[in-house]
């Protein structure tokens, strides 16, 4: 080897090595994949004694569905994941509860402050199994019928009971109305187009759905955000419980139960829709940043285009580094606040790092426009979602961009949908002279969206698993 | 220019911080920690009593340690006092008002630093914290090119504006005019509005009380 390249070879870039090769057997399939399944339980479980519910864990995990490729899509799926009480009860050793980042050690309910979990959205409000600590496992089942469903629970929950690792606490059903292949959420809006391409997992990077490069094209993001013991964004290692191998090709997991009032929502809309000179569905999807059937407004501000909704490679191909100003999608929109892009310009470089695997679904039965429909109705959202570090990425893309507006140059303003407004919100619809897109701003914004509970779950490997059931995770 | 924004000037200022000190119980970096703790955040802060002030900071820094990729070690020469401010008009105007409106503050922090003159002539006071300037590359998301006077108004006009407007829009054009009229003349007739950050959690709108 030559000086010359000996030097080169030391100037490897981390974030540039290719880490295409990740184990898929040991990750946990609803990490590397949205499964698509039109229904889905969450078991909420508390576990029993240490050593029940490592039998529990070794008998659950033969049924774990990993990310291995699908020749064909089985009936169901079936994953698990742990709150911080959970690993307690299972008594890991204490030098390994101690190496778990400081927001999963304290649970969502202690982060309410930091997340804006107050007033109406407060712990009091929520569901009586997210109030106490006993929520230990979150036990998810995907399937593609209702009796798969239920023979598979049944199945999971023979195991707890057999083993007496586990109780149920409660079962969370979650559902889903699939439209070209999306899901609609309550409140009429074709939901889950496009979430972060990152490395190594099974699919090709889609426009818009990775980092932006320099020369506009995109590409996937660092394994590291989204996996445990892979480099970041930054080149480094996430922040990882120990051991190494309990941590590896794992991650953290956001759930959060959303109840939607569509009443108050249908009632707002059409109220403003009839001030609105565009109309009422153009100004749904000024709210969102999507027609309600999913045509996104930055490609298409003025009318809905099912076509483009149905092409994948395109329905999420886009910026906003063009429309600063939000003339056409505008700068508060929910999903332009979840997701800016190049909206602070860089190139985006600002937001790679505040990224998050959306996997939720909605739970409710669905009602079409013409359907009463009243607020205490069953409708909302399990909200899922995934990164290596809820801190940075899940929190922080809450606390800034969902619950404030300043990094957007929209003050005080949150986000119209999903925040906590107490009656006092204000949101703004940027607009240009045109008759039809004039600026519009809705003020005195209720909560359309309210927080029914959740936690911070931790989703190990198939290796962590076995590791937890046997009971050999060391530390040292 | 970077340290101008229009006509808002950020200053930043890298002071360095004395070293040890065999006759003090304490470092000096601990010292002005300690002293910076005991400040008030609020509008009875020691800033305040300089108008022009938008915001500013004063932060001790240790070292900086490169986080990245690939690794690399460097080290700051001594530790330092962060010293940044966001105001309007010019620097010598405004490091003058620092060594006459608040010299007891000044002392407290700077007394600390190495090099530091005092604040008995206000030319020399100057001199040395442009010595210890460096260029300010950004400005925080929302600094605009408004004095503080200007924005503070400003604010209040965009409030009452937007509850305006959200108030009415759509409706016929003599009645919006004749509402408008008595929005113009509430806003011409209101006092100016309150200075340094007071009741920051709550929104704009709840201190019009005329608006609802």
């Known amino acids: ?476 | 220019m970077a340290n101008q924004s229009g006509q808002i000037y950020g200053l930043t200022i890298l002071a360095p911080i004395l070293g040890e000190d065999d006759h003090l119980d304490i470092g000096h970096a601990t010292a002005v920690r300690w002293y910076l703790a005991g400040l008030p955040q609020d509008h009875t802060g020691p800033f305040a009593k300089i108008s022009s002030t938008h915001f500013c900071r004063l932060v001790v820094m240790d070292d900086v340690v490169f986080v990245g990729s690939p690794a690399r070690e460097e080290h700051l020469k001594s530790r330092y006092l962060v010293f940044e401010s966001n105001f309007d008009g010019d620097l010598d105007t405004y490091l003058t008002r620092m060594a006459r409106e608040i010299p007891d503050l000044v002392d407290a922090v700077w007394k600390h630093c190495v090099g530091y003159p005092g604040v008995a002539d206000p030319a020399a006071f100057a001199a040395y914290m442009k010595k210890c300037q460096i260029t300010t590359t950004f400005f925080f998301a929302d600094v605009n090119n408004k004095t503080v006077d200007q924005t503070l108004k400003a604010l209040q006009v965009q409030s009452d504006v937007s509850h305006f407007i959200a108030k009415n829009q759509g409706k016929p054009a003599v009645e919006l005019q004749s509402a408008f009229r008595i929005l113009l003349e509430r806003m011409t007739k209101a006092p100016a509005p309150l200075r340094g950050g007071k009741d920051s959690e709550k929104t704009a709108a709840e201190d019009r009380p005329y608006d609802h």
């Open chain 1, 1 to 476: 080897m030559t000086t010359s390249t000996k030097i080169d070879a030391m100037k490897i870039d981390a974030t540039k090595i290719d880490t295409t090769k990740i184990d898929v057997t040991d990750i946990q399939g609803f990490v590397l994949k949205g499964y698509n399944f039109p229904l889905a339980r969450y078991l909420l479980l508390e576990l029993g004694h240490p050593e029940a519910a490592q039998k529990f864990i070794a008998q659950t995990v033969q049924y774990l569905t990993t990310g291995e490729r699908w020749s064909a899509k089985p009936a169901t799926t079936v994953n698990i994941a742990f709150t911080f009480n959970g690993l307690a009860k299972l008594e890991l050793p204490a030098p390994t509860l101690d190496s778990f980042p400081v927001e999963f050690q304290q649970g969502m309910r202690a982060r309410g402050e930091i997340l804006y979990d107050t007033g109406k959205n407060a712990p009091e409000h929520w569901d009586p199994v997210w109030r106490e600590d006993r929520v230990h496992v979150w036990l998810a089942v995907n399937a593609q019928n209702q009796a798969a469903l239920d023979q598979r629970c049944d199945l999971l929950l023979q195991i707890a009971t057999q083993t007496g690792g586990a109780k149920l606490l409660q079962a969370q059903d979650a559902c889903a109305t699939y439209v070209d292949g999306h899901p609609k959420e309550h409140f009429g809006y074709s939901d889950g187009f496009g979430n972060p391409d990152f490395k190594g997992a099974d699919r090709k990077c889609t426009p818009g759905q990775g980092k932006l490069t320099e020369n506009g094209t995109w590409e996937a993001l660092a394994t590291g955000e989204f996996l445990l013991g892979y480099a970041d964004e930054s080149g480094e290692l996430p922040v990882a419980p120990i051991p190494h191998l309990l941590a590896r090709n794992g991650t953290f997991m956001v759930y959060r139960k959303m109840h939607q009032n569509v009443a108050m929502f249908r009632t707002f809309l059409e109220e403003q829709g009839r001030l609105y000179p565009g109309g009422k569905e153009k100004l749904a999807s000024k709210f969102v940043g999507r027609w309600r059937d999913g045509t996104p407004v930055e490609i298409s501000p003025d009318q809905m285009d099912p076509d483009l909704v149905k092409d994948n490679n395109h329905n999420t191909d886009f910026t906003y580094g063009k429309d600063l100003s939000g003339l056409r999608c505008p700068i508060g929109a929910h999903i332009r606040r979840g997701n800016p892009r190049d909206s602070f310009g860089f190139n985006g470089d600002l937001v790679n790092r505040r990224r998050i695997m959306r996997r939720g679904l909605p739970y409710g039965k669905y009602a079409e426009e013409n359907e009463a429909v009243q607020d205490q109705d069953e409708h909302g959202v399990i909200f899922i979602a995934l990164n290596a570090s809820i801190f940075r990425q899940f929190e922080f893309v809450q606390q800034q961009w969902i619950e404030y507006g300043n990094d957007l140059h929209q003050g005080n303003d949150k986000d119209l949908i999903i925040g906590n407004h107490g009656g006092k919100g204000k949101s703004v619809m940027q607009g240009t002279a045109d008759p039809k897109n004039p600026p519009f701003i809705c003020a005195s914004l209720p909560n359309f969206v309210e927080l029914r509970g959740g936690d911070y779950f931790f989703m190990p490997s198939l290796t962590a698993l076995q590791m937890m059931a046997s009971g050999t995770v060391d530390p040292r």
